[in-house]
Nanobody
Framework: QVQLAESGGGLVQAGGSLRLSCAAS????????FGWFRQAPGKEREFVSS????????FYVNSLKGRFTISRDNAVNTMYPQMNSLEFEDTAVYYC????????????????????WGQGTQVTVSS
């Protein structure tokens, strides 16, 4: 089964940018649709963005449109969310998730839809 490992988190000032990575092993990345979620202290895990197997279909939560961009490189088994104009409220642990699907355009926006999860990477935005 696939294992996911996030990286790229850290401390950034408000207004700055971060590019996270999600590396997959034990499986073929191109067979999976991916999602990003985040969980702030004391809050539930919430959906951030998702991308289909082909990369041609993406979905973003409305509050983050225009600031977050998700992409993937199936050749190196890695998926990348780019976060710009970061705000203090973006502080959270960010999780990568994957679901195997036959559809090239399928994306999912809820946690139960995903079978595999990474351990998360902390993003802290200082105001």
């Amino acid at each position: 089964q696939v294992q996911l490992a996030e990286s790229g988190g850290g401390l950034v000032q408000a207004g700055g940018s971060l590019r996270l990575s999600c590396a997959a092993s034990g499986g073929t990345l191109s067979n999976y649709a991916f999602g990003w979620f985040r969980q702030a202290p004391g809050k539930e895990r919430e959906f951030v963005s998702s991308i289909s197997r082909s990369g041609g279909t993406t979905f973003y939560v409305n509050s983050l449109k225009g600031r977050f961009t998700i992409s993937r490189d199936n050749a190196v088994n890695t998926m990348y969310p780019q976060m710009n104009s970061l705000e203090f409220e973006d502080t959270a642990v960010y999780y990568c998730a994957a679901v195997q699907t036959l559809s090239m355009t399928y994306t999912a926006q809820s946690t139960p839809k995903y079978n595999y999860w990474g351990q998360g990477t902390q993003v802290t935005v200082s105001s």
